[in-house]
């Protein structure tokens, strides 16, 4: 099965390909790594909210929510402890990413993501077994391993760009945020039922079944095929490289294509510490956006709703049942179908129109509810149903405005600007960035929300102005643009130009050696 069409650049390169069942096979085993990270961010926030999981091993936190009628709504779950089993993950998958990176190098893509398996896999049973909190919080370290090994290390929003035509990039690439939506979805609709199962310990299967996804990609991953630009830049067979492309593409005429691959590849091979190209003048604007977009990704407010949805449902005196289930509805279904749309959108409209959009939805719906919870809430305060259930709404209308922007363009846009000699590099630098804020906000989200109260939305919101603004004067549109011709982009760009110039492809020859 191949639909016809020739992929064509903005910048007048005509690539000839077809969308193949081959190709299309390959990115969605790819992108079921978004099943692994997913799950994690929806069982995490929802156990967290679960009384039986409380008492025995936060039962600190247990009594106060139980017991302490003066205690600030805001502040009944700040506990450091209870934010390290979040945010253990993280930092474990930023360490381990820093070892999966030469792992990866060396033996490639499939011994990464097996390794990563075997560690998630053992991560998600110690963590259905634990008895105590040494052994809960060493799983999640191992679910981080696995994530850092299996997910990041791999580059499966990367993988999915070299793959992918560039016309149909960003559809392709945001399979993978998809996948992560529908993760987030099963994970909330699993703990709301497990939940509900009598003695307490259901808890146990919410934290085993992340044993499934990871089963998924690790079985997956026996299959998938490495992209020509990989078998290029390791092996340098270049005829085994060339059918590879001629299979994905579905078509005998790629020379415009495999010439780009080739010369992006020459100038890469003269560069032997890609960490020290990219400080160099002409890359700061991929420099750049590898450090600020997976910040701005990580003070969206997302984790807000992300970790602790179910938290912030029962902040605002819903039941531990219907929290659960309003968590998996919120996050998880209108998540879900707010990627899809991105997904038909973001070839059409480009990134930058999904980016302004979405960023002006969250901002919106983050000014209301912080608001209304100043408001209403207070300390000791309560909710009338009806203004619980318009919270509830105003966090639909905030995730569906992540979903379509944020949280796929976060992952796609750094995996498709890097020219090939820093890629490694960058995606490194992106990944780093990326662990190392999502475990400061994972850690300290509960004191601030105690110290911040209602504010907190404020926060968060004026975050969501900075960025927008940003992405709307210092990020060029990259919508069709083929992957090794992007750094043509910066130099067309009213700023970046005024630093990267003017550079001929021989000139960038010359400075590569």
Request: charged share 15%.
């Amino acid at each position: 099965m191949a639909v016809g069409l020739t992929i064509t650049s903005e910048g007048g390169q005509d690539y000839n390909g077809k969308i193949t069942s081959f190709v299309v096979l390959s990115c969605i085993v790819a992108a079921t790594g978004g099943l692994i990270f997913g799950y994690d961010l929806g069982i995490s926030g929802g156990v967290t909210s679960m009384e039986p999981f409380l008492e025995k091993f936060f039962p600190k936190v247990y009594r106060k929510m139980k017991e302490d009628t003066h205690i600030s709504n805001y502040c009944k779950f700040d506990s450091q402890l209870l934010t390290s089993f979040t945010s253990s993950l993280y930092i474990a998958g930023l360490i381990a990413s820093l070892f999966a990176s030469s792992v990866t190098r060396a033996f490639g893509r499939r011994a990464s993501i097996l390794v990563g398996g075997a560690a998630f896999l053992a991560g998600s049973a110690l963590g259905g077994a634990a008895l105590n909190i040494y052994m809960l919080i060493f799983g999640r370290v191992l679910l981080g391993v696995g994530i850092g090994f299996a997910n990041q290390a791999s580059s499966v929003p990367l993988y999915l760009s070299e793959m992918a035509p560039p016309r149909h990039r960003g559809a392709f690439n945001i399979g993978y945020e998809l996948c992560t939506a529908i993760g987030i979805l099963a994970a909330s609709l699993i703990n709301y039922g497990t939940q509900k199962i009598k003695g307490g310990w259901g808890w146990r299967i919410s934290l085993a079944m992340a044993a499934a996804p990871a089963l998924i990609l690790t079985l997956g991953a026996l299959f998938l095929p490495e992209t020509p630009n990989s078998i290029i830049q390791r092996s340098n067979d270049l005829q085994r490289a060339k059918q590879m492309l001629q299979r994905i593409r579905g078509t005998d005429d790629v020379e415009a294509e495999f010439d780009d691959l080739i010369k992006a590849s020459s100038i890469a091979k003269t560069v032997n510490h890609p960490f020290k190209k990219i400080i160099q003048r002409k890359y700061r604007p991929q420099l750049v956006m590898a450090i600020l977009i997976p910040f701005f990704l990580q003070v969206t407010g997302i984790n807000v709703i992300g970790f602790y949805a179910p938290v912030l449902f029962r902040t605002i005196k819903l039941s531990e049942s219907t929290s659960l289930l309003m968590s998996a509805v919120v996050t998880g279904g209108i998540g879900t179908l707010s990627t899809i749309i991105s997904m038909i959108l973001v070839d059409k409209l480009g990134r930058k129109v999904l980016f302004l959009v979405g960023g002006i939805q969250m901002l919106a719906a983050q000014v209301m509810i912080g608001s209304i919870m100043e408001n209403q809430l207070g300390d000791q305060g309560g909710f009338s149903k009806g203004n619980a259930y318009l919270i509830l709404v105003l966090i639909c209308v905030y995730v569906a405005g992540f979903a379509v922007s944020w949280g796929p363009l976060g992952f796609l846009v750094p995996s498709e600007i890097f020219p090939l000699e820093i890629r490694s590099a960058g995606q490194s630098i992106n990944v780093a960035v990326g662990f190392l804020f999502t475990f400061l906000i994972a850690q300290t989200f509960l004191a601030m929300l105690c110290h911040f109260k209602a504010g907190i939305f404020f926060f968060f919101g004026g975050w969501v102005v900075v960025m927008t603004t940003f992405v709307h004067f210092f990020l060029p549109e990259t919508k069709n643009v083929p992957i090794e011709q992007m750094d043509e982009v910066w130099g067309e760009h009213w700023f970046w130009k005024k630093i990267v110039g003017e550079i001929s492809e021989e000139s960038k020859i010359q400075e590569a050696i």
